[in-house]
């Protein structure tokens, strides 16, 4: 019926320029106004395109936030997979996730407010690209625990899901933004006491 | 200037009956209505009390609902200590606080979810009953860890402060009814595996 609409995959490069640019300037809208607030119409408005422009390749406030949100956490996990990358020892990058999990969320909150209240809206109600960031993250913890098992650092005796999902839990919190901002005043010290306890309970 | 404002201490027991039976309706009506939404005008309509006569014994709304929440929070403290006081050791009794904790918080959020939302607004704001609260599970906490040192069930090489805080700061998602609303799905396998893990921890 609508000739404009096409999937994905058959989008040519000019579409997909269109698309970067929608997402560039929204993420300067939502970034100064705010996510919850801010309408499809006033967006339209601000960046000088028609709301039914943005419609042809966005099928929803949503969805620009879902990319946006995307591309934060991609950059998330930038900086865990750089700050794990390089450590020596199981132990050690379970610290440096705690570390740099913690952190990157706080920074957020506190460099780019407006920003961090899409990634809470994405992980009070869950989107898809807050839950793949947690698979994401729980894979992590289970590749670390496999890396400990197999160099003899940590005890095998516990259930390798049990273990992997226990730790998720504690790491929870401050993963996600929705309950990072109840937490930003521990953030140190959970990120310092949170792993030595994990791994006392790891000790072989 | 005004007579009728009195501290406290002076109150006769007639006042205090007034107190109660404003905290006793406006429970009602915050359970029915809402927190947030209910201004002292809306409640004091509704009790049948001037909104004046309300201000004689209550500062403000939040003086109103923190009484409310302390009510609340004293009912959750009497559950975890009835669980806790039989419990035979210091692993069990922590097994129980875990279970206890955060099964009082989602039987709340799933029985009265009008009062769940004062509790998570006094959990956002940092109201002093909450702040009051999570010294005493804290404190529970430490005293957990004392009584397994001195049994002999616990390692007694972690300073007993660092041990009581990670404890307490893996607890508190459960505790706090801003973030345990993000944790309900999760809430009994973490009653089972946080415990788990933290007494592997304190292993001696």
Redesign the interface.
């Given at each position: 019926m609508n000739e404009n609409i096409t999937t994905p995959s058959t989008r040519g490069p000019q579409e997909h320029d269109v698309r970067d640019q929608v997402i560039e300037a929204a993420t300067r809208h939502f970034g100064h106004y705010g996510y919850e607030k801010t309408t499809v119409s006033d967006l339209a408005k601000a960046i000088g395109f028609s709301k039914a422009y943005i419609y042809k390749f966005f099928d929803s406030k949503q969805a620009i936030g879902e990319v946006i949100c995307s591309n934060r956490l991609a950059m998330i996990m930038e900086i865990v997979n750089a700050a794990i990358d390089q450590a020596p020892t199981a132990s050690e990058k379970l610290r440096r996730l705690f570390r740099s999990i913690s952190e990157a969320g706080s920074d957020l909150f506190f460099h780019d407010r407006k920003l961090y209240d899409i990634a809470a809206v994405a992980?009070?109600d869950q989107w898809p690209s807050v839950q793949a960031h947690e698979l994401r993250i729980r894979a992590i913890i289970q590749q670390i625990l496999v890396d400990g098992r197999e160099a003899g650092e940590f005890?095998r005796k516990?259930p390798l899901d049990?273990?992997a999902?226990?730790?998720f839990?504690?790491l929870?919190?401050y993963v996600?933004a929705?309950?990072l901002q109840?937490?930003l005043d521990?953030v140190s010290?959970?990120a310092a006491?949170?792993p030595?306890?994990?791994l006392?309970?790891?000790?072989p």
């Open positions: 992980s009070r005890e516990t049990e273990a999902n226990a730790i839990l504690i929870r919190p996600n929705a309950q109840y937490n521990t010290e959970a006491h949170l030595a306890l994990i006392r309970s790891l000790a």
